[in-house]
């Protein structure tokens, strides 16, 4: 398919088919096409049976080529099957713009007129029955006077079936097939106006939803505290409000608030007297332990003075020792006399260790 | 106009053969273009033209009168000449 039969090919072919040799084809078939240039030459149309017609046109010039009837159906016979469809008027357009919808419209329309025939054949049976069966009742209520109540039963169902019989026509004069189009690509339409809304919201109800389990999840800690920090300020706000007018509510109020923290003052000696520990790490060393207990780094030997039961030297502290980081008093803050104290003590140790 | 018999059987002249074997040649030659063109192939004849087989597509039509016809596809073999055979009936003219 799509190929090039080249002479040669042509020739075997042809010999094959004729019974001849190649060359014998090859010959005829270019003594063939001399006959037919010679006759194009002298300005007549050449006919070659089973093949069709050359001529030239007389303005132009041009070499013009009728294939032969039977050669024609031939090469068409693939498509032959295939028959021009006139398309109704009331189409739409856009369905008409694609040849591939057009097909499935003219199919759809060939099938929507089929099923018409085919309702109006039945409806006609079905009349033609209902009528058979409206006469053959009267006759029967005509000769039988006591089966009245089998009267009144056909008439009803002749009179839809005449009733049908009369808007057929009118159903069959407006096509349906354009209202399908329309009423399906209307509610195409109408989903996809509605998608995006529909997504909008949804992503709406699930943005609420996560706020809210955010809120109650982490939100709640605030809540208590500034429900707290409410009450620490109604009891404030109630105790000043009491203070001029009652002097004994007030009096207890103190007494209560005063409790808790006459409670917490004997525990802090006890709580100072406990010793502190740290450890040491890849990332902490003595005086970052010292800088952050102390305010000041190099205070990292009064660290080192109280472990040395442990310590070698000071640059060499494996990661992980636990060390007892004393307290310095109310001495320690940042007298100089503290300072000199840790320089010198700075250079004593490294002195050990130097030696 | 040059009835077909007659090139016929001036080419099976032409090419030593007799007029019933020319006639059968022609047969066959006309059998192997519908053959392969049905197939959609192109048959070249050097010095003389190309038979081209060239589909179509459906599509739809406009009549004159307003209606719409849905044209099936279809296949229709075509001729194109070579330039040569151009250039010769020109310089004949």
Redesign the interface.
Known sequence: ???????PE?SA???R????DSD??T???L???????S????G?????????V?A?DAVS?????T??A???D??????SL??????P?S?PQDV?DD?RD??VA?VADSVASEAEDEVERAESVATADASDAAEACAADSDTAVDDEAAAPEPAPEAEPAAHTDDTAPSAATEPSAPHYYDDEYESTGGGATLLPWLTALLGIIIGMGAGYWIGTRYGAPAVVVTQTVQATDCISENAAAATPQDSDAADTLRVVISAPEAEQAPKQPAKAAEPVYDTVSTSRFLTTIARDHYGRKDYWVFIYEANTDILRHPNRIPPGTRVVVPDLGDHAALDAATRARARELAREIYNRYDM | ?????D??S???A????GGE??????????????????????????????FV?VKT????VAEPD??????????????N?GSM??K???A??
């Open positions: 398919m799509n190929s090039t039969v080249t002479l042509l072919i042809v010999a088919a004729a019974a001849t014998t084809a010959r005829f078939i003594e063939l096409v001399a006959q037919i240039e006759a194009l030459a002298a007549g149309p050449a006919e070659v049976d089973g093949i069709g050359f030239r010039g041009r070499v013009t080529f294939p032969d039977g050669l024609a031939a090469v068409n016979a693939p498509f295939f028959e021009p469809v006139v398309l008027q189409a008409l040849d057009a097909t003219a | 106009m040059t009835s077909g018999s090139i016929i001036r080419a099976a032409a090419a030593g053969i074997a020319g006639r059968a040649v022609a047969a066959a030659i006309a059998s192997a273009i519908r053959e392969r063109c049905s197939q959609l192939d192109t048959i070249a004849i050097p010095g003389f033209g190309n087989p597509d459906e599509h739809i307003g209606s719409r016809v849905l044209v099936p596809p279809h296949v229709a073999l075509t001729f000449p055979l151009r010769r009936l020109s004949n003219e």
